[in-house]
Nanobody
Framework: VQLQASGGGLVQAGDSLRLSCAAS????????MGWFRQAPGKEREFVAL???????FYADSVKGRFTLSRDSAANTAFLQMHNLKPEDTAVYYC??????????????????????WGQGTQVTVSS
């Protein structure tokens, strides 16, 4: 599976951005797709995820501002980000893995659960 992330950029606080993540190769019918971010000097942290057949799940820090959606025909996931804040500044990564039916939302909020990663796209929010 190959993931191609795009859509990052430099914006001002309060602006919006939409990130995209296109999956190609031998993708799965039962999967989990997630977004993580990593700021300089910090660990990679969970942002949002979607398990096939389930509703998206969000980190508390982005709930109500970010929306994860997916175009199944294009095998592409999107992260729509509204009301961006300077603390949202980070490199954003999309991730993908085969869905374990026993895996909960909390289980998949760890980067270690994902086998495939995109290259990352920088989001910078100025105050």
């Amino acid at each position: 599976v190959q993931l191609q992330a795009s859509g990052g950029g430099l914006v001002q606080a309060g602006d919006s951005l939409r990130l995209s993540c296109a999956a190609s190769g031998r993708t799965f019918n039962v999967f989990v797709m997630g977004w993580f971010r990593q700021a300089p000097g910090k660990e990679r942290e969970f942002v949002a995820l979607k398990r096939s057949g389930d509703s998206p799940f969000y980190a508390d820090s982005v709930k109500g501002r970010f929306t994860l959606s997916r175009d199944s025909a294009a095998n592409t996931a999107f992260l729509q980000m509204h009301n961006l804040k300077p603390e949202d500044t980070a490199v954003y990564y999309c991730a993908y893995t085969l869905k374990d039916l026993a895996g909960s939302y909390d289980y998949y909020s760890s980067p270690a659960r994902f086998n495939y990663w995109g290259q990352g796209t920088q989001v910078t929010v100025s105050s």
